[in-house]
């Protein structure tokens, strides 16, 4: 039973409609019905939506508005989905004519998809109810007849109040909602509706705003949903092949086949629509259908209510319908591959069963075994009921630009009070008059300091008083918002419809008559224009299915914990899984973990090593650490190198000239110089040239959109070059003009851009904490060096596209080269000759030239003496006496090299004048020369051994030594038994330790 607070037409509808008032309800109702701040946090399925709407329209319906009609009780959600959805469902049951608790109110919706018609007849009567975005807010404020439609509001709801906190699109809510504020001029309740969520006081506190007090409705702890890992009856590899797939798709159709309805999840918009067009042909394409952001609203509205109504079976689908969109009794969910959140997984195991006192169900398909690690991790978090907690975030100069120009152009123009509202927003407390100066300054100057002063889009009329352009207020109500434009093709039926959007660059590659596959549907491609693809509906059973690129978000710092922990207890780990996992820990010595990072070195069959950094951080870190060290590796080497990033690592791929000793790796970056280097990195990158145009876009230094439409994708290329070249002259500068590095300029948008790359895309923060770690001590560093990748580096081996820290294409990948047999290919099989026999006169003249010299105890022990005698009687090979005690066998061809080392060396037989070389000129590199062909005939050589045989002194043979590994042509050797030792590089050669001094050449017949 309801309490009697309410009416009693309200406490008999709940009567007919429900059993019992759910435990959030009862504790959020009251609160709500004595006019404070509320945030109900529970888990999907808890009867939040209820909760808040049931006493906020029990009062409307009790205190009718008189006199001028105006929006009393206003809906934000960040979908246009979900606020026609709440409209479409639980309110028309509540408003309805007699049957609801608020009979007679009414209600209406606004957001991007609303007709020109509706807008206007929402202006003449507005609705008690409406319901909208956070852009479609932000529009309404900056219009005369939206401010007037919003005068009168009382009450706001906020609903998924988690997807907004941490991006910048909560930022701009913030400020909207202050703005609001100030214009009813009286206290607006706010309630917001969140998934659970951790710290709830920050949230509350974004919700409300700084300095008032909010009420904080907690289910508590999250309930665990049903989880079951499905793998293959095969074994689980780097990436799923065919037979792998053929078991998902197997699997997903027997799910299908049972009662109710089912959602599949997939991490990417094209996985969706090859996963759904699969499907489709096996289960029929009336019972499934996809749905994912870049399809038209018409379609996707078509989709979500065939699964609501139950003729649709399977919704293969991205992130769109992760949120709480009613589509009805759903049974199941699955997820394809691992999800990188722990509150995201939450979230979409919570839309099967979205029903009060079920738990959510979930199918989780890993596709590899680094997504089986995620799942263990996931499973372990989900157990003892973890989530990932919401971080704390910048202050946004670009959305503070759009907002200060919006209040400005509806008429507030006193910087003190400018500044005081907006501080009055959370994100924003902490913002500070030379801040909001700075911005100011900026857009009064026309972005450009000192080239378009007063010619901007604001104007300072004073110290206190601000002014905007007469065209400001239109032009920022069509670039409304902080959404990236990503410069997708809109795709157009021939009947004029909105389709959905592709990939510019898909757009790039196709071309008229081609078939493709949008939203389960094959359409013909008629024409391609500037922005757009016409289509026309095709019966083609073969289409091309599209892709999309996107930046990737990495996995969460939480669920990053979990894997640590799963590696600290990899011993205790089930099946496969743990079969991994141990023997990755054999081949590496250890795992890496929260307090370890392993270095791993390895060659290809072609010769080239890569260098592996085994982090468990997270791909935003290790974002950061590739680009750094590869602007290191670039530096240091002179060469432009391949890296890749996942959630695991760091993968560097390097030519065959690079030799170090791999515990220096880490010691090329310091906590200290970790931040300049990495944003001189990240200016070579295409990374930082887009988040500007981005930030450009929210401070309306760039329209997305002009009064004639949406602006072309090249245009706004040309435009960002061009305002670059003006605020940051050293980015586009040529590089054989500058000297030293890039000097980046005290600018809004630039130190925003960089901010949004360091600190979003990247963790610099983590990783600046990372190397304190590691330099204290707390965090150990643990080098391998392997002739083969580990079992941990295949996985990075086969990183997707959206791991490159480089321009590299996939195609032109060196990590290709493992695609083929692990032998010799190219210039290493023309040197991997087997040497012949020392004995022979041609096998001792191809040692000699090959190896630099031989000592005469050594030939003779190999019988060579009589080839030797050959050789020396026609002066190709002679007997060398550096000093008193050594003898060595030497080519004439490497006569000159020796003469260089030894210039007082006594030669046999005599050679004339004319027939003795002149010594080499560097006798360093003649050394070093030496010593190659030394270390190649040993297998593996020690310096004091070789100082004792030459006779001369150990730091000259280390510093020889040292050059060729700096070359590429000697490493250390790691193994204990051998440790001290140098070895050639050879890829692919054998792991056991080489013998020295045997008497022959390394792998000759002894």
């Not at 263990?376 to 989900?382: D, F, G, N, T, Y």
């Not at 951080?617 to 190198?641: D, H, I, M, P, T």
Request: proline share 6%; charged share 25%.
């Amino acid at each position: 039973m309801l309490p009697s607070t309410f009416s009693p037409k309200t406490r008999a509808w709940f009567q007919a409609a429900f059993d019992e008032p759910t435990p959030i309800q009862r504790e959020a109702w009251p609160r709500i019905q004595a006019g404070e701040h509320v945030l109900i946090s529970a888990p999907t399925g808890a009867g939040k939506s209820l909760a808040a709407w049931l006493p906020l329209l029990d009062r409307l319906h009790r205190a009718p508005q008189s006199g001028e009609r105006r929006v009393r009780l206003l809906y934000l959600s960040p979908l246009r989905a979900l606020s026609r959805d709440m409209a479409q469902s639980m309110l028309e049951r509540m408003i309805g004519p007699n049957s609801g608790p608020a009979e007679g109110l009414s209600i209406g919706l606004r957001t991007g998809d609303t007709s020109p018609r509706e807008r206007a007849a929402q202006r003449r009567r507005p609705p008690d109810v409406l319901l909208t975005t956070p852009e479609s807010l932000f529009v309404l404020l900056g219009s005369r007849g939206g401010r007037s439609m919003l005068a009168g509001v009382e009450a706001v709801i906020i609903d998924e109040v988690h997807a907004l906190i941490e991006n910048k699109r909560g930022d701009h809510l913030s400020l909207s909602l202050e703005r609001l504020q100030a214009l009813v001029n009286r206290p607006i309740q706010r309630i917001g509706l969140s998934a659970t969520a951790r710290p709830l006081e920050r949230v509350a506190s974004f919700l409300v705003g700084q300095g008032r007090d909010c009420r904080i409705v907690d289910w508590g702890a999250p309930q665990s949903p049903s989880l079951r890992i499905e793998t293959p009856p095969l074994p689980l590899g780097h990436f799923a092949g065919q037979l792998h797939w053929a078991f998902i798709e197997a699997r997903l159709i027997e799910l299908a086949e049972q009662a109710g309805t089912m959602l599949v999840f997939c991490n990417t918009r094209a996985l969706v629509e090859r996963l759904g067009h699969r499907l489709a042909d096996a289960l029929g394409e009336d019972r499934v259908a996809s749905h994912h952001g870049s399809l038209g609203h018409d379609r996707r509205q078509v989709v979500e209510q065939g699964l609501k109504s139950g003729t649709l079976k399977v919704v293969v689908c991205s992130s769109s319908l992760e949120l709480g969109i009613d589509i009805g009794p759903l049974e199941r969910v699955c997820q394809i591959g691992s999800c990188q959140s722990i509150n995201t997984f939450r979230q979409r195991a919570g839309r099967a069963r979205h029903r009060p006192g079920e738990l959510g169900r979930i199918h989780a398909f890993p596709l590899s075994l680094s997504d089986r690690l995620d799942l263990a991790a996931m499973e372990s978090a989900l157990d003892q009921s973890d989530i990932d907690p919401v971080q704390p975030r910048s202050i946004s100069e670009d959305v503070l630009a759009q907002q200060l120009l919006a209040e400005v152009a509806t008429g507030e123009g006193r910087i003190q009070v400018l500044l005081q509202r907006f501080r009055r927003a959370w994100p924003f407390r902490a913002l500070e008059l030379e801040t909001l100066d700075a911005v100011i300054d900026m857009l009064h100057d026309g972005f450009v300091p000192g080239r378009e002063t007063g010619r901007g889009p604001l104007q300072r009329l004073d110290r206190d008083r601000l002014e905007a352009s007469e065209w400001i207020d239109r032009l920022s109500l069509v670039n409304a918002g902080t959404i990236p434009e990503w410069f997708e093709y809109e795709v157009i039926s021939d009947k004029g419809r909105l389709l959905g959007r592709l990939d510019e660059e898909f757009a790039f590659e196709s071309s008229p008559g081609q078939v493709l596959s949008l939203g389960g549907q094959s359409w013909r491609i008629l024409r391609i224009g500037p922005g757009h693809v016409e289509v026309e509906a095709s019966e083609d059973e073969a289409p091309n299915l599209p892709f999309w690129f996107g930046d990737g978000a990495g996995r969460s710092q939480a669920l990053s914990r979990r894997v640590q922990g799963i590696m600290d207890a990899s011993d205790s780990q089930p099946g496969e899984l743990g079969q991994w996992l141990e023997t990755s820990r054999q081949q590496l010595g250890r795992l890496p973990s929260a307090t370890r990072i392993v270095i791993e070195r390895f060659y290809d069959p072609g010769g080239d090593q890569h260098l592996v950094l085994h982090s468990l951080f997270g791909a935003r870190l290790n974002r950061g650490w590739g680009l750094a060290l590869r602007k290191r590796f670039c530096r240091g080497f002179n060469f432009e190198l391949q890296a890749a990033a996942t959630d695991n690592g760091v993968l560097i791929s390097l030519g065959a000239v690079h030799s170090f000793a791999l515990e220096d790796v880490i010691r090329w970056l310091t906590a200290s110089s970790i931040e300049p280097v990495l944003t001189q990195a990240l200016l070579d990158t295409p990374i930082f040239q887009t988040r500007l145009r981005w930030c450009a876009n929210n401070a309306l230094a760039i329209a997305r959109r002009d009064l004639r439409g949406r602006v072309p994708a090249q245009l706004q290329r040309s435009q960002t070059e061009n305002l670059i070249a003006r605020i940051f002259p050293d980015q586009l500068a040529c590089l054989e003009n500058l000297s030293g590095e890039r000097r980046i300029p005290d600018h809004p948008l630039v130190r925003q851009a960089m901010r949004d790359c360091l600190e979003e895309h990247m963790d610099l923060p983590g990783l600046i904490a990372l190397y304190r770690s590691i330099e204290s001590g707390t965090c150990e560093v643990h080098c391998v060096d392997r002739q083969q990748p580990s079992l941990l580096s295949e996985a990075m081996i086969h990183a997707p596209r959206s791991s490159f820290l480089d321009p590299a294409a996939a195609e032109e990948r060196r990590t290709r080269s493992f695609e083929t047999p692990a032998r010799n290919r190219g210039s290493a099989a023309t040197f991997a000759r087997p040497p012949e026999e020392l004995a022979t006169a041609r096998g001792l003249m191809s040692a000699l030239n090959q190896f630099g010299y031989l000592r005469v105890d050594e030939g003779e022990r190999a019988g060579a003496a009589a080839s030797f005698r050959g050789l020396s009687s026609s002066c190709a090979a002679l007997v060398v006496r550096p000093d008193g005690q050594r003898r060595f066998w030497v080519a004439l061809e490497r006569l000159s090299q020796v003469l260089a080392v030894w210039p007082k060396a006594t030669i046999g037989p005599f050679l004339s004048r004319a027939q003795r070389p002149r010594p080499d000129a560097d006798a360093d590199e003649a050394l070093a020369r030496l010593l190659l062909g030394r270390v190649r005939y040993l297998g593996a050589g020690r310096s004091g051994e070789l100082a004792s045989e030459t006779g001369l002194p150990v730091t000259t043979i280390e510093a020889a030594l040292a050059r060729l590994e700096a070359e590429g042509l000697l490493e250390r050797i790691t193994e204990e038994d051998e440790k001290g030792s140098w070895r050639e590089r050879l890829a692919c050669q054998g792991s056991a330790p080489a013998n020295r001094g045997s008497g022959s050449p390394s792998g000759a017949t002894r």
